[in-house]
């Protein structure tokens, strides 16, 4: 049994079966994974005091953190989005079809529209809006420039690579899942 997709409050994880889950990731509590996602390594997705919603075709690369709000937020990520390594999504909307750089930080009640680009080391304040089309970076972010035809290339190109690379590792059986046993699931506390 893996000590790394936990029941907490009597909340397990649901995951997709095709998800992706590494070794060294940990999922918790009130979360959801739809099909074609990938968790990578190191990854927290911790929903033990609120809800986490993760769509399909998304990737959250290694060492980010996913976190939510006791009492206002929880969070909610759509489809083919592309979270960049080392980022932290507290408590925030991310809707289908945008971009969080790495190493960026989207805070409490903030949305990043469908389409939306958040740069590398950005700082999304709690609830800022990015709007679709929109690039945003720095500390606090801010408007950039709109987004260019090879920001647009890179998005497109991100996420169905991530699916494809998640399935692969996922066929040499290294989805944390078939390293402890078919939907091995522990209880917190144990």
Partial sequence: ???????????????????????????????EIGAGSGIW??????????????????NIQDGSVIHVDRFTYGTFIGNNITVGHMCLIHACRLEDNCMVGMQATVMDGA????????AAGALVPPGKRVPSGQVWGGSPAKYLCDVKDAHQQMMDRIWPGYRELAQEFRAAGLDLRDMGGPGAIAEAGE
Wanted: hydrophobic residues 45%; proline residues 2%; charged residues 20%.
């Fill in 111 to 118: 949305v990043v529209e469908s389409g939306a680009l958040v």
């Fill in 1 to 31: 049994m893996t000590d790394n997709i936990l029941t907490i409050r009597g909340k397990t994880p649901v995951i997709a079966d095709d998800v992706f889950i590494a070794s060294t990731a940990v999922v918790i509590g009130d979360v």
């Fill in 41 to 58: 390594y190191h990854c927290v997705v911790r929903g033990d005091i609120n809800e986490i919603r993760i769509g399909e075709n998304t």
